[in-house]
């Protein structure tokens, strides 16, 4: 069964806007992972958020994570035609990545 | 950065025959890889985790005798799809893992995937 839950799993929004993703996941883990796949390609690593970390920035990302409640979200910021692609948590579960359904994401210039 | 190959991108094969796709590591040492596979439109599903010199671990539901894995080296591990059928068509898509950096918590990093059609 997927570990990871996203919300919504699609996302449209305007150049410039701020896209927020939101996953779920119902296991204790050492770590929580975000991907983008851009259509049938490979995945590539956008950021790494462990157990004991509230908030992580990467250039024009920003995730957080509540452990409490299970959630972890990503944000991008100022979002480009470039950023669309698809969005996927990933909760390490004891070294194992377990994906969420992912989020589409479409950026209209 | 770390970098994984996959081989072949592409492979069209008929119902029946066997395909062998290749993971490899090209600037790491990986003990364990994963192999995972991505319908249209859906999220990647784990099949196995492959550790280098021992058997893999399969996930429930995946048929081992189906999809053998071996991983020889620390640098490349294979699935090979035996007897495949066209419901095996899916993105094949490989991770890597690398040795002596603490495990469990660490990144992994992913290959291109192999789209596999069997017709």
């Known amino acids: 069964s997927q570990q990871g839950e996203e919300d919504p799993q699609a996302l449209s929004i305007q150049e410039g806007e701020n896209a927020t993703m939101n996953c779920s996941y119902k296991?204790?883990?050492?770590?929580l992972q975000w991907y983008r796949q851009n259509s049938g390609r490979g995945l590539v690593h956008l950021i790494l958020i462990r157990s004991n970390e509230r908030e992580k920035h990467s250039g024009r990302l920003r995730v957080t994570l509540d452990t409490s409640k299970k959630s972890s979200s990503l944000l991008i910021t100022a979002s480009r035609a470039a950023d669309t692609a698809s969005y996927f948590c990933a909760p390490n579960q004891g070294g194992k990545l377990i994906f969420g359904q992912g989020t589409e994401l479409s950026v209209k210039p | 950065g770390a970098v994984v190959s996959q081989h072949p991108s592409r492979v069209i094969c008929k119902s029946g025959t066997s395909v062998k796709i290749e993971c490899r590591s090209l600037?790491?040492?990986?003990?364990?890889m994963f192999w995972y596979r991505q319908f249209p439109k859906q999220s990647l599903m784990l099949m196995a985790t492959s550790n280098e010199g021992s058997k893999a671990t399969y996930e429930q539901g995946v048929e081992k005798d189906k999809f053998l894995i071996n991983h020889a080296s620390l640098t490349l591990s294979t699935l090979t799809v035996t007897s495949a059928h066209p419901e095996d068509s899916s993105f094949y898509i490989c991770?890597?893992?690398?040795?002596?950096?603490?495990?469990?918590?660490?990144?992994?990093?992913f290959g291109p995937g192999t789209r596999l059609t069997v017709l």
């Open positions: 600037d790491f040492q990986a003990t364990t």
């Open positions: 296991t204790s883990i050492n770590n």
């Open positions: 991770s890597a893992r690398a040795s002596g950096s603490g495990g469990r918590g660490n990144e992994q990093f």
